[in-house]
């Protein structure tokens, strides 16, 4: 299967300070990508959609001057937390996707990063 | 709009009995229908999906799972539960094409009693 990759894999950080989350495609190209975030004992929550060199699609809820998204090449995208606070700590899963229309096209996911934000 | 609902947080099955997991959608057009599991501090892998295909669907580690557009449901089995199996499971549904975004269920764990 298709290697996604995710880094940090665990970031500890005091609050107010930005994290940056990387995901790469390791073998495919990404025209879309999906991060989800999940929070303990909750399932994986949709946060937003990018497709690559244009502007992500924010689900309803989510503060997209918060959570910054950059999707700038087809094996590449950032999550940025600015100024993060305790209630954002979760788990952060990226899913890279072909963007092609196929019943046969597999979601793949990262391994995630668990962020703690003390 | 697409959603699913997991019966059960929590399973409890005894090594080598039956494992069943239940997931019930609701989707305005034909779904797309996965189950996932997640063992601990990894991520999601994929057991099986349904795509129109077929309605019994065969999936890794023994899993399989049912279509029934009648009822709605796509529960997740597996003859012989093995310690190995001991993970949370999540039942997902996409719209049309089975690759965009996908919406979760709540999630069940899975714990297996020797």
């Known amino acids: 299967g298709a290697v996604v990759s995710q880094h940090p894999s665990r970031v500890i950080c005091k609050s107010g300070t930005s994290v940056k989350i990387e995901c790469r495609s390791l073998d495919f190209q990404a025209t879309t990508m999906f991060w989800y975030r999940q929070f303990p004992k909750q399932s994986l929550m949709l946060m937003a959609t990018s497709n690559e060199g244009s502007k992500a699609t924010y689900e309803q809820g989510v503060e997209k001057d918060k959570f910054l998204i950059n999707h700038a090449s087809l094996t590449l995208s950032t999550l940025t937390v600015a100024s993060a606070h305790p209630e954002d700590s979760s788990f952060y899963i990226c899913s890279p996707n072909t963007g092609q229309a196929s019943a046969k096209e597999t979601q793949y996911f990262g391994p995630g990063t668990r962020l703690l934000v003390l | 709009a697409q959603s699913v609902t997991q019966l059960g947080s929590h399973v409890s099955v005894s090594e080598g009995a039956l494992v069943l997991l239940r997931c019930n959608y609701s989707?305005?057009?034909?779904?797309?229908l996965f189950w996932y599991v997640q063992y601990p501090n990894q991520g999601l892998q994929l057991l099986l999906k349904?795509?129109?295909?077929?309605?019994l669907v065969k999936g890794i580690n023994g899993f399989e799972a049912e279509f029934k557009k009648s009822e709605t449901s796509f529960h997740l089995t597996k003859p012989s539960a093995h310690m190995s199996d001991a993970a949370e499971y999540f039942c997902a549904v996409s719209g049309d094409f089975g690759n965009e975004k996908l919406t979760f269920g709540t999630g069940t764990r899975l714990t297996i009693i020797p």
């Open positions: 989707s305005s057009v034909p779904p797309y």
């Open positions: 349904y795509t129109s295909a077929a309605t």
